[in-house]
């Protein structure tokens, strides 16, 4: 091939090549036409190609591109161009630890491969509890295939799509969930082995086998290489650090992998900020200020050397006022990001009642609203928001409440829990009490939690969409949101802090770098540039963006919104690491769209329901089921609705409520 063809000359020859595959040419009779016109193919044409396959006038669908995966990924074997990134081959790195789990992969299939032809031959009398035992063990181990691909569809998956490569995910993403059901099926036929002939077990491991290989493959050639050409190193040590939370297969990293930009920031005395967005947060009940600059470094490689760039702030006083941002300014809470009206709506939606009490014992905020006095998990009637704790409970609770909050007031007392019946229900009371960096005492937090509302689990399991005749009678609950009209703008920022432009010219005795700087904060605002301290007013009180943050990871609950564009801005964090959670989510998964977010199969009722609240023919589901780690899934989806019944996005709600199902067991026998 000549050089001086254009990529997108090579791109048209790719999908030219795949187009004669699509109407019934033979891989033999395009395979002469490949080697003809490439000595190399990088990944990232082959991204391109799919991508315009897919999303451009192109007759091919995805399920075309499924279809001929296998076909079109043997013709690039011996033919792709490795990408390299430095650290790539170091112990610890993300494409290291996938490439020796690959390897570990290969030596499971061996190893079964043996075990299927020595029990084969063996007459079934002969057969041994402990050789079955064994073949079992090696399924098993090889079945971890499953993290090793989950790992890649919640972490390599984002940031290809982050950097414009949304095909291959998609394609990749459904084969993975094909491999998924032929492993299911093999492993299903080792078990029913020696009932059945080794024949029928031989035959259905070669079909998953096959498959698994070739997807080794398109790992290593296709999927990896794209990565090392348009990955950053703060996007590897991201992945690096939130590999952890899926897990690993087979082999775990013998270390852990830290880039050499992240150890030469370490040397500084002064706090640099860490080139991870995703340090794992613990549970906290401190109200952390976030008073202290924050250093941010970026080197950059220049002819002969390099150059290292520091930014500054200026001092805690030039912050800014939250209170200031336009209701659109989307702010970083935690893993995720929110806007005004969207915080209310994740507060307003939260399934049980939240109060916030201050050092002087009064309401500062309260998720009541009048307008939703009939909803199931309301417990009190009336807004709490300026009132003493005092007036919040009746006696004998009154008493036990107020000797509590005289323990938090002098430290002797952590978080406590209270079940009781209150207007008629039972009630779980949790409160938290809340402390400054000195230790000073600032107040509580106060969740009340309606146990009866789990009586709505009436089957042992509900895993399909209600009917939509069942939702005829249900009451919309419009939020207090305002339309998002035709002449508002998205992340407007005031007048008083518009974008500037500076420029500077440094000379060094090599040469001299030319830098111009322009606020960026008018779309997104970081944590340094907000004055987290400062009480943000919402719909029915005030907190902090620090209180904020606190109260939404101390809600026993996992919440996540999706925004009305279908993607996923927020969720919070109740457990200790990610790996905790009931279901496992990263910082990776922030600002993805939704349908990328759920493997194939899954999206059809996904997008049915989120179709359903778009057009107000339902504005609730609930779907549970038991687990077998001593767990039952309670999931909500709530549509949320502006104050003129816009759709303004979903928010999902996850509970263990086997807790609840043991509390409620244990008083019905009192």
Known sequence: MSNNQQPQERIDILENILLRLHHGASPEEVQADFDEHFTGVSAIEISMMEHQLMHGDSEITFEDVLKLCNVHANLFKNAVKDGETPDADKPGHPVQVFKDENNAFRAALMRINNLLNVLGE????????????????????????????????????????????????????????????????????????????????????????????????????????????????????????????????????????????????????????????????????????????????????????????????????????????????????????????????????????????????????????????????????????????????????????????????????????????????????????????????????????????????????????????????????????????????????????????????????????????????NTIQEDQLLDYDIPLKLRNGQLSLDQLKVVLNLVPFEISFVDHEDIFQYFNNIAVTYKDMIFVRTPAQIKRNLELCHPPFLWPMISQLIQSFRELKRYFEELWYPTGNNEYIYIIYQATYDIEGDFTGMIETVIDIQPFMDIKQAQQTL
């Open 122 to 521: 063996l007459p079934k009398e002969e057969l041994e509890d402990g050789m079955l035992r064994g073949l079992r063990r090696q399924f098993d181990l090889l079945g971890q295939f499953d993290v090793h691909y989950e790992r890649k569809e919640k972490l390599f998956f984002p940031k290809m799509e982050h950097y414009g490569h949304d095909a291959p995910p998609k394609v990749m993403w459904a084969k993975d969930d094909e491999i998924r059901d032929q492993f299911k099926a093999a492993y299903k036929k080792m078990e029913q082995f020696p009932n059945i002939p080794m024949s029928e077990v031989k035959e259905a491991f070669a079909e998953f086998e096959f498959e698994f290989n070739e997807m080794i493959f398109k790992e290593e050639a296709i999927l990896i290489n794209i990565l090392l050409e348009a990955l950053t190193v703060e996007d590897w040590y991201q992945i690096a650090q939130e590999s952890d939370a899926y897990g690993f297969a087979i082999i775990r990293p013998s270390e852990e992998w830290v880039p050499d930009s992240l150890n030469e920031a370490e040397d500084d005395k002064k706090v640099i900020k860490d080139l991870s967005t995703s340090n794992m947060p613990l549970p906290i009940q401190q109200v952390v200020s976030q008073s202290d600059a924050t250093l941010e470094s970026r080197k950059i490689a220049v002819n002969g050397g390099y150059i290292t760039v520091t930014f500054e702030p200026d001092s805690a006083s030039t912050r800014l006022d939250p209170n200031r941002l336009d209701r659109f300014t989307e702010i970083k809470i935690g893993d995720g990001f929110l806007n005004r009206d969207q915080i209310n709506l994740v507060l307003d939606y939260t399934p049980m009642e939240i109060t916030v009490v201050n050092e002087q014992d009064i309401v500062i905020y309260s998720n009541f609203n009048e307008k939703w006095l009939n909803r199931t998990f309301n417990i009190r009637q009336y807004n709490t928001l300026g009132r003493s704790v005092e007036t919040l409970y009746k006696r004998p609770l009154k008493g036990q409440v107020m000797a509590l909050v005289e323990q938090f007031r002098k430290g002797n007392a952590k978080d406590e829990t209270i079940i009781h019946t209150m207007s008629d229900k039972l009630v779980k009371i949790d409160l938290y009490p809340q402390y400054s960096q000195s230790g000073q005492y600032v107040g509580y937090v106060e969740f009340l939690i309606n146990l009866d509302y789990i009586d709505r689990v009436n089957t042992r399991m509900k895993r399909e969409l209600t009917p939509i005749e069942a939702y005829e009678n249900e009451t919309l609950y419009l939020s207090d949101v305002k339309p998002l009209k035709q002449t508002e703008t998205k992340h407007e920022f005031p007048t008083t802090s518009e974008t500037s432009l500076t420029s500077h010219k440094l000379n060094f005795s090599d040469g001299s770098l030319m830098l111009t700087w322009e606020n960026s904060h």
